[in-house]
């Protein structure tokens, strides 16, 4: 151990969901089944190149009509 060691500091919002961590256990479960719902998906990658091939390029300026 060094001698220019301090104690470890812990803000509140550290302290806070350690305890909350703590307190609910499933907590971590509960998260990771939420990340699935909306995050952790396939990713179809041919529907993305497909999707790029059928953009249509922007005009520079975005309100100037064709006339």
Known sequence: ???FRR???Q???TQ???KLKADKPELDVQ??????L???KQVDH???EEYDAAQVAQQPYVYQTRS
């Open 7 to 9: 104690p470890d500091y």
């Open 1 to 3: 151990m060094s001698f």
């Open 46 to 48: 041919r529907a993305w």
């Open 31 to 36: 998260q990771r089944e939420g990340r699935a």
């Open 16 to 18: 806070f969901i350690n």
């Open 38 to 40: 909306l995050w952790d």
């Open 11 to 13: 803000s509140e919002a």
